[in-house]
C-alpha cells in the first residue's frame, strides 16, 4: 500500500517524481503530495484524488528544485483528505517525511509528543514519526541520519520512508522495515521509489534497501548504515526491465493488455526451463531443495486472493501426479493460528508482488517452526523470494492493474512445472504421462491466444449483464479454482457481488439464489466430470436460470442447453484453468468498463497489500 518517489540530482525533481508517482498509482490513489527543497524552504503540494490531480493543482506552480518527495496514498490511519495525504513535515517545519507501512506504536508515541507540545495536522500514523525524530534531533543535538536511527530503533511496525531536510537539500535519508525500498544509482544522481518501474527509465543500476537499513543518499555517493550504526557498501544489481513492460502499449487499460500478454508472459514462464521435444525440464532455482519435496509428508500452500487459487490449482497436481497431500492456506488466516508444521512438512509460497504482508508473516511464523520455504513470485528482488529458502519466479513482468491476469496463469504453469518434476523424479507418474504433459503444457501459449479470440464474443455478453447484481460461478475439479477466480476478478473491478462454488455444492445452499435474473457462469469443459457439470446446467436451467458456459471447442450438447457459449481449444484436463480462465477474465474486464469502473484502480484495493 503507498507509493514512494523521491529524487536527488540535477534533473526537475517534480517531474521526476510526478512521472513515477503515475507509474506508483497501483500501490494507492486516493491523494498524493509532493514536497520540493528549494530556496531554503520545503515547497509542500498535497492533493485528495489521483496523481493527476495533484499535478493539476500544481499547473501555475514554480516547482524548480532538484532534491524532492512525493507519495501516492492508500488510506490506513485518517481518512483520504488533503490534510492526511503526505508528505508530513515535522513541527517546525524543516523536515518531511514519505512513509509507506504502518505504525503500530503511533498512539503512545504521539501521546508523549502531545505531552511535551507537539500538534499535529493529520491523523496519520506518519506524521508522529517525523515529529518524534524532529524531537530526538534536538534532544541529542545530531546529525538527521542518528536521528533516524535513534526514532527507528523506538518504532514498532513496517515502513519504507524517505526524510527531506529544507537545510540540507543535498541529502535524503531513506529506511526500510517491512515495506519495499529500491534506490536507483545514477550519474550524481538518485531516485528512491517502492519498486523499480519509476526508476528504469533513467538507470538500471539499484540498491534494494533491507531490512533495518537506513540509507543516506548524497550527490557524493550512497552509503548504508544498519541500526547498530555499522556502515556498510551498497550492493549494486543490474536489473532487466523494459520501459514498454510498463506501458499501456495502445490498451484501453493495463488489465486489458496484461489479458492479451498471456501467450507471451506464459512463454517466459517455460522459457529456458521445458523442452518437450528434447524431453527436458528443469527449474534451476529450486534445485538445491528439490529432493526435500520429493521426500515430502505433505505440502502447505500459502497465499492469498488470486495467488492462492493458484495454490489450488497446485493442489490438484501435487496430489494427483505426485500423491503429496496438500493444503492451501490463506496466508492471512495460517499466520494468526498455532500451525502444526512436522519435519516432512514443505511450504510453497505464492505471491505476484512478493510483498503481501499476510503471506510474508506467515512464512516468517512456517520458518521460526523449521519449515523450508519455496517460493513462487513474480516480483523480482522483492521481500517474499528473500524470506524464501528457493524459488521459481513466473517472470510474467510487471503486472499493474490491480486485478491479477497475467500472473495467475504465469503461477499455475510454474506450480505444473515444479509438480511435473517432483512427480517424475518420484516416479508417480508414468513416463508417457509425463511426455504427454511436457507437450501440451508447449502448446499453452498458442492455445491461449486462439482463447482470445474471443474477446469480441466477451464484449457483446457483457453488454447482457453489466446490469446484474449477483453473479455465481461454477466449475469442477481443476475448473473449481477458476469459477473462486472468476468470481473475484469480477468483484473486485465491477462491484457486482459474486460468487464462486464447486458445481456440486451447489444444490447446498447457492441453488435457492436461481431464479431469471440470475446469470450463472458455469466452466463446463470436456473433463472427467463433464457429465456430472451437463446436470449442473440443467438444474440451473430448471430454475430459470441463465447460463453462460464455457465449454470446449466441438461441443453440441452444452451450446444446446445454455443461453450463451464461450468455446475454448481442448487441452488436458489439468491444464485446462490456464485455458478456461480467460474468457472469465475478459468478461470480468469488458462488464466492468461498460459499467465505466475504474478497471486498474478499484475502488478500496491496492495492487500490493502490504498492510495486515
Ligand atoms: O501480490 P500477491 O499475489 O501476494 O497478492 C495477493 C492478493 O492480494 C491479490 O491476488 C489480489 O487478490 C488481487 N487483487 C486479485 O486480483
Keep these: ?13 517534480f517531474e521526476v517524481i510526478i512521472k513515477g508517482l503515475k507509474r506508483l ?23 485528495t484524488g489521483k496523481v493527476s490531480e495533484l499535478e493539476s493543482f500544481t499547473n501555475s506552480e514554480d516547482l524548480n528544485g532538484g532534491t524532492g518527495i512525493g507519495h501516492t496514498r492508500w488510506a490506513t490511519h485518517g481518512e483520504p483528505t488533503d490534510n492526511n495525504a503526505h508528505p508530513h513535515l515535522s513541527f517546525d517545519g524543516t523536515l518531511g517525511i514519505i512513509h509507506n507501512g504502518i505504525i503500530e506504536n503511533y498512539a503512545s508515541l504521539k501521546q508523549e509528543l502531545l505531552n511535551k507540545g507537539y500538534e499535529f495536522k493529520s491523523d496519520t500514523d506518519s506524521e508522529v514519526v517525523i515529529h518524534f525524530i524532529e524531537d530526538i534531533r534536538k534532544n541529542n543535538n545530531c546529525k538527521l541520519d542518528e536521528a533516524v536511527r535513534l526514532a527507528l530503533s523506538k518504532v514498532i511496525g513496517a515502513y519504507a520512508i524517505v526524510i527531506i531536510d529544507r537545510n540540507d537539500p543535498s541529502r535524503l535519508i531513506a529506511a526500510r522495515k517491512g515495506s519495499p525500498l529500491v534506490i536507483g544509482v545514477g550519474k550524481g ?57 510498463i506501458e499501456k502499449g495502445g490498451f484501453k487499460h493495463f488489465m486489458l493488455k496484461e489479458i492479451f500478454e498471456q501467450p507471451k508472459s506464459i512463454g517466459d514462464a517455460m522459457r529456458g526451463r521445458l523442452n ?43 496430489e494427483e501426479w505426485c500423491r503429496i497431500p496438500v493444503e492451501v492456506e490463506y496466508a492471512s488466516e495460517f499466520r494468526y493460528r498455532n500451525p502444526i508444521i512436522k519435519e516432512g512438512d514443505v511450504i510453497i509460497a505464492i505471491s505476484q508482488s512478493g510483498e503481501t504482508a499476510d503471506t510474508l508473516a506467515a512464512i516468517e511464523l512456517a520458518k521460526s517452526k523449521g519449515a523450508i520455504i519455496f517460493g513462487v513470485v513474480n516480483a523480482v528482488g522483492s521481500s517474499i523470494p528473500r524470506a524464501t529458502h ?46 504427454e504433459l511436457l507437450v501440451e503444457l508447449e502448446t499453452i501459449p498458442e492455445k491461449v491466444q486462439i482463447a ?13 449483464f453489466m446490469n446484474a447484481t449477483n453473479f455465481l460461478y461454477l466449475g469442477r475439479g481443476y475448473n473449481f479454482p477458476v469459477a473462486l ?18 458445481a456440486a455444492e451447489m444444490k447446498h445452499g447457492p441453488i435457492a439464489l436461481i431464479d431469471e435474473e440470475m446469470p450463472v457462469v458455469v466452466i463446463a469443459t470436456n473433463d472427467s466430470s463433464y457429465e456430472k457439470i451437463i446436470s449442473n446446467i440443467q438444474e440451473v436451467k430448471a430454475r430459470k436460470g441463465k447460463v453462460i458456459a464455457i465449454v470446449t471447442e466441438g461441443d453440441e450438447v452444452i451450446p444446446r442447453l445454455a443461453d450463451y457459449v464461450l468455446e475454448v481449444p481442448k487441452t488436458h484436463e489439468a491444464l485446462m484453468p490456464l485455458v478456461s480462465v480467460i474468457p472469465l477474465q475478459l468478461l470480468s474486464y469488458y462488464i466492468a468498463d461498460l459499467r465505466g469502473c475504474n478497471v486498474d484502480q478499484p475502488r478500496n484495493l491496492a495492487k500490493s497489500v502490504t498492510v495486515e
Excluded at 25 to 47: P, V
Aim: glycine share 8%; with cysteine.
Design 452 to 464: 482470445l479470440g474471443l474477446d469480441q464474443r466477451s464484449q457483446s455478453i457483457a453488454r447482457s
Design 390 to 435: 528457493v524459488g521459481a519466479y513466473i517472470h510474467a513482468g510487471p503486472e499493474i492493474g490491480v486485478a491479477s491476469t497475467k500472473a495467475f496463469t504465469s503461477q499455475v504453469t510454474v506450480l505444473s512445472m515444479i509438480a511435473m518434476i517432483v512427480s517424475y523424479k518420484k516416479g508417480t507418474i508414468s513416463e508417457t504421462s509425463y511426455h
Design 25 to 47: 498509482e497501483y500501490r494507492g490513489y486516493d491523494s498524493s503530495g509532493i514536497a520540493l527543497s528549494a530556496d531554503n524552504q520545503l515547497k509542500l503540494y498535497k492533493k
Design 189 to 245: 544522481e538518485y531516485f528512491l521509489a517502492s519498486d523499480a518501474t519509476p526508476i528504469i527509465e533513467y538507470t538500471n543500476e539499484v540498491v534494494y534497501l533491507n531490512d533495518f537499513e537506513i540509507a543516506i543518499v548524497c550527490r557524493e555517493g550512497l552509503t548504508l548504515k544498519n541500526m547498530e550504526d555499522v556502515e556498510s557498501s551498497p550492493y549494486i544489481q543490474k536489473i532487466d526491465m523494459e520501459l514498454d513492460a
Design 276 to 318: 518437450a521435444a528434447e524431453g527436458q525440464l528443469a527449474l534451476g532455482g529450486i534445485r538445491d531443495y528439490l529432493n526435500r519435496l520429493i521426500s515430502a509428508d505433505r505440502i502447505i500452500v500459502l497465499a492469498c486472493g488470486t495467488s492462492w487459487h493458484a495454490g489450488l490449482v497446485a493442489e490438484y497436481f501435487f
Design 1 to 13: 500500500m503507498c507509493g514512494i518517489v523521491a529524487y536527488l540530482g540535477d534533473r526537475n525533481a
Design 485 to 502: 477466480e472468476g468470481a473475484l476478478k469480477l468483484k473486485e473491478i465491477s462491484y457486482i457481488h459474486a460468487e464462486g462454488y464447486p
